[in-house]
């Protein structure tokens, strides 16, 4: 039997009956809809209110991250650190090819150019080592910056992202962007509830932004925010994504163009909510994924990607390794066929038509993972129903 005609066969076993199963559905319960409705009779929908002010301290502790600022979406709150970090027109932004495309978008959206790095097979988030070898050849240190010899731009930031949930190798990444001068933020938009070593994924970067989308691990309808330790850039975010209005009960005075990026009050009473069930939708997405791990081991030729060493994932999307792409389009078609969403990877970031030009390195494993994998439905739900 075909390794993808195999894994059929066990998702069939192991999800239950119903259909359409989707890849990852948000849950609601009594809680989600007694805040919504506590923040309708408030009349504080918009961005103040105090489920904002909750949600961000809900957050820091959650993370142990000091200071969290709540936003419209994460890409705001990516777009937000990148300012924040000093990232300009004309700069280079170092980020992986294979993560979804908001990411990117907010570095061209500045005026600046991503420039693209390939990842590892551990922990599918950038690759320290090659990183490092990498820059030791086309980076440049000179005035206090850092240049890329081939471009003359300046390099200024790295942005690690935390790839499904699983944490990047942040300690080595870290010493990186160190060397190199480069601003370090970390994209954990789908890494909420995923440590390293005892720390919590967006503790290593200036910056860090987290994303609460439908698809998320949580969800405020739409939201983001962004994490930092650092006491003034938090206040400089929360200044720059109200406006830039100086504070005063009637004036409207603005000190920058800013913009209008705080999350409403509504959807932080949603995220409030959500954010109450983490610890049991972490539990249960374990469960799930160890039930993958056990069932998917028996099949040949075929890699259930497993949280790396010292870390605790929360295991946000479940992936398999095909052994190539053909068996990858067999098994997505056939699934499909069947009411089981399984997607691929995204198209990764220097195929898309307007980063095809951008600078990047040789990207071996992010085009075999793109080639190669397979995202499972992994709703926490299904971490109850799931059969056997
Ligand atoms: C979801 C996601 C984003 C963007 O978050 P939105 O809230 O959808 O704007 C950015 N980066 C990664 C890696 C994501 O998964």
Same mark, same amino acid.
């Given at each position: 039997m075909k390794p993808s005609d195999a894994i059929l066969d066990t998702l069939r076993d192991l999800l239950p009956e119903r259909r359409p199963i989707g890849l990852h559905e948000p849950e609601f319960g009594d809680t989600e809809k007694a805040l919504v409705a506590d923040c309708l009779d408030s009349g504080w &929908?918009?961005? &103040? $209110? =105090?489920y904002v002010d909750r949600f961000e301290q809900a957050l820091a502790e959650v993370t142990g991250i000091p200071h969290a600022v709540a936003t419209v979406n994460g890409t705001a709150a990516l777009h937000t650190c990148l300012i924040l970090a000093g990232v300009r027109p004309g700069d280079e932004v170092l980020l992986p090819a294979l993560t979804f495309i908001g990411s990117a978008n907010p570095v061209a959206q500045l005026g600046a150019t991503p420039h693209f790095v390939d990842c590892e097979a551990? !922990?599918? $988030? &950038?690759?320290p080592q090659r990183l490092a070898d990498y820059l030791s050849d086309i980076a440049e240190l000179r005035g206090g910056g850092c240049f890329n010899k081939h471009t003359g731009r300046p390099l200024r930031a790295l942005m690690v992202v935390h790839v499904l949930g699983h944490p990047a190798r942040m300690d080595e990444l870290a010493a990186v962007a160190e060397r190199y001068r480069l601003t370090l933020i970390e994209d954990a938009a789908e890494s909420l509830g995923s440590w390293r070593g005892g720390r919590h994924t967006g503790s290593w970067g200036r910056l860090a932004a987290l994303s609460f989308n439908g698809n998320k691990i949580i969800t405020s309808g739409g939201g983001g925010a962004i994490l930092t330790a650092d006491s003034e850039l938090a206040q400089r975010a929360r200044h720059l994504t109200t406006t830039a209005k100086q504070p005063h009960p009637w004036a409207f005075e603005h000190d920058a163009v800013g913009y209008n990026y705080r999350l409403p009050n509504l959807n932080a009473a949603l995220g409030c909510a959500q954010l109450e069930r983490l610890p049991e939708r972490l539990a249960r997405k374990r469960r799930l994924a160890q039930r993958y791990a056990a069932a998917f081991a028996a099949i040949d030729d075929i890699h259930f990607q497993l949280e790396p060493a010292d870390c605790r994932s929360n295991h946000w999307l479940n992936l398999l390794l095909l052994p190539d792409a053909g068996q990858r389009d067999r098994l997505l078609a056939a699934a499909h066929a069947e009411g089981i969403q399984l997607r691929p990877f995204? !198209?990764?970031?220097?195929? =898309?038509p307007m980063y095809r030009h951008a600078p990047r390195m040789d990207l071996p494993c992010t085009e075999a993972l793109f080639a190669r994998g397979v995202c499972l439905p992994s709703s926490a739900a299904l971490g109850d129903s799931i059969r056997k």
């Open positions: &929908v918009s961005s &103040v $209110g =105090q551990e !922990t599918l $988030g &950038v690759d995204w !198209t990764p970031l220097h195929r =898309q």
